[in-house]
């Protein structure tokens, strides 16, 4: 049998986990690169995925705590998707992606994971980035660490904020 190490991995889950809504702990800015939040307008936030398809998945959420969109005012909804506009910019700067995944998913049966605050997710793709292992093996290949990939990442947000 083959065996594969990604021992970096052993930190998220022995990490403690956040209590409520991850996208709601926005408030506390002295722990941004903790709770991974790379960016933050009045209405909207950016933080890595903890868990992503692939390296510099982004997800963008208003602040407004919500999972129907018919909530968001649309001043909200424009700021939400500006920001992903933002995103996919600084991705495409930093990563050079040749493709991207924008989307959401609304509800348990969407496949959300968090239901209760919706957000949007961006994925960078690259061709061939999928391989065997998601078909074989159920695993995704991450090949950077969330840190690292948060620490590229940053620089280019800061450069942007208000």
Not at 12 to 27: M, Q, S, T, W
Not at 129 to 136: C, G, K, L
Request: aromatic share 8%; with cysteine.
């Amino acid at each position: 049998m083959e065996r594969i190490w990604a021992p970096w991995r052993m930190d998220y889950i022995l990490d403690e986990k956040p209590h409520g809504c991850i996208f709601c702990l926005d408030a506390r800015t002295d722990e941004d690169r903790q709770n991974l939040v790379l960016y933050r307008t009045p209405l909207s936030l950016v933080m890595l995925n903890r868990y992503p398809y692939t390296n510099g998945h982004l997800m963008v959420a208003p602040r407004h705590h919500t999972a129907e969109l018919d909530s968001l005012t649309d001043v909200e909804m424009l700021d939400l998707f500006r920001t992903v506009r933002l995103c996919r910019s600084v991705l495409e700067e930093e990563a050079s992606p040749q493709g991207f995944n924008i989307g959401l998913n609304l509800g348990r049966a969407a496949g959300a994971g968090i239901e209760d605050h919706l957000h949007i997710h961006i994925v960078p793709r690259w061709n061939g980035d999928t391989n065997f292992m998601t078909v074989v093996a159920d695993v995704r290949v991450v090949p950077e660490g969330l840190l690292t990939t948060y620490d590229r990442l940053y620089p280019r947000f800061a450069a942007r904020t208000h």
